[in-house]
């Protein structure tokens, strides 16, 4: 079964930086891509940065490049997806979620976005980041 553990969310204050991390196993890693989306209140979800476990491809919504990096560290069964978020904003203020998503997700990322909610398959449960002013 895929399995999806998202954590790291937290407060913090405009100009901070939070890590979040995503624990993902149950898949064939070199055949996924891993997304990061948020969901802010009263707004629909929408796609942050994700990653292409094949080649390491990155892709980043531009409200956050520049600010926010995505990587990803590979053990036995498990991959790891970390989010680093630097320079954060009130506007950052979300839940956030972590995903996996097959082919169409990598391709996604390969011409350049943008990341779609319907080429990901399995989500895991949101963190939640605030982002005080």
């Known amino acids: 079964d895929v399995q999806l553990q998202a954590y790291g969310g937290g407060l913090v204050q405009t100009g901070g930086s939070l890590r979040l991390s995503c624990a993902a196993s149950?898949?064939?890693?070199?055949?996924?891509?891993i997304g990061w989306f948020r969901q802010a209140p009263g707004k629909e979800r929408e796609g942050v940065s994700a990653i292409s476990s094949s080649d390491g491809s990155r892709y980043y919504e531009d409200s956050v490049k520049g600010r926010f990096t995505i990587s990803s560290d590979s053990a036995k069964n498990t991959v790891t997806v970390y989010l680093q978020m630097n320079s954060l904003k009130p506007e950052d203020t979300a839940v956030y979620y972590c995903?996996?998503?097959?082919?169409?997700?990598?391709?996604?990322?390969?011409?350049?976005?943008?990341?779609?909610?319907?080429?990901?398959?399995?989500w895991g449960q949101g963190t939640l980041v605030t982002v005080s002013s």
């Open positions: 995903a996996v998503g097959p082919y169409r997700a990598i391709a996604s990322i390969v011409r350049g976005g943008p990341l779609r909610l319907v080429d990901y398959e399995y």
């Open positions: 149950g898949f064939r890693f070199d055949l996924h891509a």
